[in-house]
């Protein structure tokens, strides 16, 4: 069990990660007047300089790869821009998965996190989702409800701007939205097709301003949210909470700072942060009053795991992982053949979606479908 080391650094309040939740955090803390020192395990993000504006993977020295020449994420479309930093593979953090199983692991080494190309799709939970086994006998309740957890749902949906319209489904709660994107071609015909059906299609909900909101330009539809936008038309806590964060004078970062273990004093509260500076392979320390770990999922699991059982009595840490699973089906619309070209500028990804349907049924596939729909017309593809 590694020791306390006195002369390590003092902090108040240390957070380890600086996406979503890591970025909240010290947005939160850094408002309320606290010091805060934020260890991130990727590099700087400087989006004059990362983000491309509007540039095209020709127009670039390194082409459609990544500036180390490996090709990320979606291959060329996310590839050319330093930004997203998201990986499959990292080199220096393999990982192993249990015999006969597959798990993919996408991590992001950047500040920001995946928020900085994420869809940026910004759903509630509904009310059975707190509440499965009282539902239908499956899984385990929350210890809380739906109504417990909308006032937070509204504070987020009104910083961080999220278009979508409130259509009273039940599976899909209404929040505070923008207008929506006008519908494309081919997502009015789905829309009518699955009116046929029976089938709910209504505008995607996705934390994408089309209008001016808190000093930020609305949306120009130019597609590249995958790599962000100096407008900052799209959420990412790199943009929107971290760099207001250092205006206030009371954050310091420290970059490219890989946590290694969490360690505690003799009262048993964390007291020490062990991290690797992975510019220099070198172990270093700081002592805090309070830590915030925000290193994503799996990544805070085994900060946890490393830690000497710390937070884990019930011994489930790191157990139990769960990840959307999902198919894709493609098809041609006839209707649409021959057609001339028309416009498909947009937001990245779908204007429209299909909340969760058929989640009530009752049979032995529980809870239905969730479908998030693609497409284009005949003009050149969006590029991310
Ligand atoms: C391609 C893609 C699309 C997605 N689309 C959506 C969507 O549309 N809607 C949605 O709700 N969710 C979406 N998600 C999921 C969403 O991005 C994540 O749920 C969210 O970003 C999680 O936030 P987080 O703060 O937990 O972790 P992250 O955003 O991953 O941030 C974790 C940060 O911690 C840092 N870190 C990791 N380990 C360490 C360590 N040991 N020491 C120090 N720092 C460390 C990382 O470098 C990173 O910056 C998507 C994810 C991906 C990859
Ligand atoms: S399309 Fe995406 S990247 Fe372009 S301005 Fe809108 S939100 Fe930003």
């Given at each position: 069990?590694?020791?306390?080391?006195?002369?390590?650094?003092?902090?108040?309040?240390?957070?380890?990660?600086?996406?979503?939740?890591?970025?909240?955090?010290?947005?939160t803390?850094?408002?309320?007047?606290?010091?805060?020192?934020?260890?991130?395990?990727?590099?700087?993000?400087?989006?004059?300089?990362?983000?491309?504006?509007?540039?095209?993977?020709?127009?670039?020295?390194?082409?459609?790869?990544?500036?180390?020449?490996?090709?990320?994420?979606?291959?060329?479309?996310?590839?050319?821009?330093?930004?997203?930093?998201?990986?499959?593979?990292?080199?220096?953090?393999?990982?192993?998965?249990a015999p006969?199983?597959?798990?993919?692991?996408?991590?992001?080494?950047?500040?920001?996190?995946?928020?900085?190309?994420?869809?940026?799709?910004?759903?509630?939970?509904?009310?059975?989702?707190?509440?499965?086994?009282?539902?239908?006998?499956?899984?385990?309740?929350?210890?809380?409800?739906?109504?417990?957890?909308?006032?937070?749902?509204?504070?987020?949906?009104?910083?961080?701007?999220?278009?979508?319209?409130?259509?009273?489904?039940?599976?899909?709660?209404?929040?505070?939205y923008?207008?929506?994107?006008?519908?494309?071609?081919?997502?009015?015909?789905?829309?009518?097709?699955?009116?046929k059906?029976?089938?709910?299609?209504?505008?995607?909900?996705?934390?994408?301003?089309?209008?001016?909101?808190?000093?930020?330009?609305?949306?120009?539809y130019?597609?590249?949210?995958?790599?962000?936008?100096?407008?900052?038309?799209?959420?990412s806590?790199?943009?929107?909470?971290?760099?207001?964060?250092?205006?206030?004078?009371?954050?310091?970062?420290?970059?490219?700072?890989?946590?290694?273990?969490?360690?505690?004093?003799?009262?048993?509260?964390?007291?020490?942060?062990?991290?690797?500076?992975?510019?220099?392979?070198?172990?270093?320390?700081?002592?805090c009053?309070?830590?915030?770990?925000?290193?994503?999922?799996?990544?805070?699991?085994?900060?946890?795991l490393?830690?000497?059982?710390?937070?884990?009595?019930?011994?489930?840490?790191?157990?139990?992982?769960?990840?959307?699973?999902?198919?894709?089906v493609?098809?041609?619309?006839?209707?649409?053949?021959?057609?001339?070209?028309?416009?498909?500028?947009?937001?990245?990804?779908?204007?429209?979606?299909?909340?969760?349907?058929?989640?009530?049924?009752?049979?032995?596939?529980?809870?239905?479908?969730?479908?998030?729909?693609?497409?284009?017309?005949?003009?050149?593809?969006?590029?991310?």
């Open positions: 069990m590694a020791q306390i080391l006195k002369s390590a650094p003092f902090h108040n309040v240390v957070v380890i990660g600086s996406g979503a939740g890591g970025g909240t955090a010290v947005h803390l850094t408002k309320l007047g606290v010091n805060v020192l934020l260890l991130e395990a990727g590099g700087p993000l400087n989006p004059a300089k990362d983000f491309k504006e509007h540039l095209m993977p020709w127009q670039v020295p390194h082409r459609g790869a990544g500036e180390d020449g490996r090709f990320y994420f979606g291959g060329m479309k996310d590839g050319f821009s330093a930004a997203p930093n998201g990986y499959w593979e990292i080199a220096g953090e393999p990982y192993t998965v006969g199983n597959k798990f993919d692991w996408f991590r992001s080494r950047i500040l920001g996190g995946r928020t900085n190309h994420y869809g940026r799709i910004s759903l509630r939970f509904a009310d059975y989702d707190f509440k499965p086994y009282s539902t239908d006998g499956l899984g385990t309740d929350w210890p809380i409800s739906y109504e417990d957890l909308a006032p937070w749902y509204d504070k987020a949906e009104a910083f961080i701007g999220v278009h979508g319209t409130r259509e009273g489904i039940r599976s899909a709660p209404d929040g505070i923008q207008p929506p994107p006008a519908f494309r071609v081919h997502e009015t015909l789905i829309q009518r097709a699955g009116a059906l029976g089938l709910p299609v209504v505008a995607a909900r996705k934390a994408m301003i089309t209008k001016a909101h808190n000093g930020r330009a609305a949306c120009h130019c597609g590249h949210c995958g790599r962000g936008r100096l407008t900052a038309s799209a959420y806590s790199s943009q929107l909470q971290i760099f207001p964060a250092l205006k206030t004078g009371r954050l310091k970062i420290v970059q490219h700072a890989m946590v290694r273990e969490l360690i505690r004093g003799t009262d048993g509260r964390v007291a020490e942060i062990s991290y690797v500076d992975k510019t220099t392979r070198q172990e270093k320390r700081v002592r009053r309070a830590v915030v770990l925000a290193a994503s999922a799996c990544e805070s699991a085994r900060i946890l490393n830690s000497n059982g710390l937070a884990n009595s019930s011994g489930v840490v790191g157990r139990n992982l769960t990840d959307t699973v999902g198919l894709t493609s098809g041609h619309v006839p209707a649409l053949e021959g057609l001339m070209r028309y416009d498909t500028d947009g937001i990245r990804g779908s204007h429209v979606y299909v909340p969760w349907w058929l989640y009530d049924r009752k049979n032995e596939f529980p809870r239905g479908y969730y479908i998030k729909l693609g497409g284009t017309g005949f003009a050149a593809p969006q590029v991310g």
